[in-house]
């Protein structure tokens, strides 16, 4: 049976792009493991400095947290009857010696906007500002049934160097594309 299907041009796309890593799929605790560990060990590999690592590893898993709680896809874990998010998740290069840590996922349209509302007001803190807020929504909001507080964007947004890049794709009158970007430099 053949296909439309070109693995060359995904190959060239990933390296045109300079992606390091890129997948997509459901993402478990299994996978953000396996995931974890490929991405040190490539980083490490390159000769990136330790904080880097960290840095990029942090956004990473972030990132992937952002598609456990927002994704609208989902899909069953048959060996322990739960549900996890399914999207896209990596990294790649930039010109500018950055790297980038990209997600996307479809969510819903009121998921949507408490999104772009939370990133639209970190984006406008000053690094001083984005430090208090950190603190603020910490003391504040208490731990929540899925272990978090709130601050997966506050956390992305103090590691990058730069404000956080979104996109919001209108799939159908309920279903969003929402693509993640987040820049972190190559050398501290």
């Known amino acids: 049976m053949e296909t439309n299907f070109n693995v060359y041009e995904v190959y ?4 045109n792009n300079q992606i390091q890593f890129s997948y997509k799929g459901p993402i478990t605790q299994e996978v953000l493991i396996s995931l974890g560990d490929t ?3 490539k980083l ?8 880097v690592v960290r840095k990029v590893f942090s956004v990473l898993v972030e990132a992937a947290h952002n598609i ?5 896809e989902q899909t069953d874990l048959s060996h322990n009857n739960r549900t996890t998010g399914i999207g896209l998740i990596g990294i790649g290069k930039t010109e500018a010696n950055l790297f980038v840590i990209f997600s996307g996922n479809i969510i ?3 998921d949507k ?6 990133i639209s007001f970190i984006n406008s ?8 807020s950190y603190k603020t929504q910490l003391r504040k909001h208490p731990i929540s049934e899925d272990g978090s507080a709130g601050l ?11 404000p956080i890049e979104y996109n919001f794709s209108q799939l159908d009158t309920n279903k969003i594309f929402f693509e993640l970007k987040i820049f972190v430099q190559v050398e501290d």
């Open 68 to 72: 456990l709680r927002y994704s609208s």
């Open 108 to 110: 819903s349209q009121k």
């Open 39 to 41: 991405i040190k060990e």
């Open 152 to 162: 997966g964007l506050f956390e992305v947004a103090r590691k990058s160097d730069r």
């Open 125 to 132: 803190l000053s690094r001083k500002d984005l430090q208090e």
């Open 44 to 51: 490490h590999r390159d000769d990136c400095d330790v904080r």
């Open 12 to 15: 060239k796309l990933m390296e």
């Open 113 to 118: 906007d408490i999104i772009e509302k939370k």
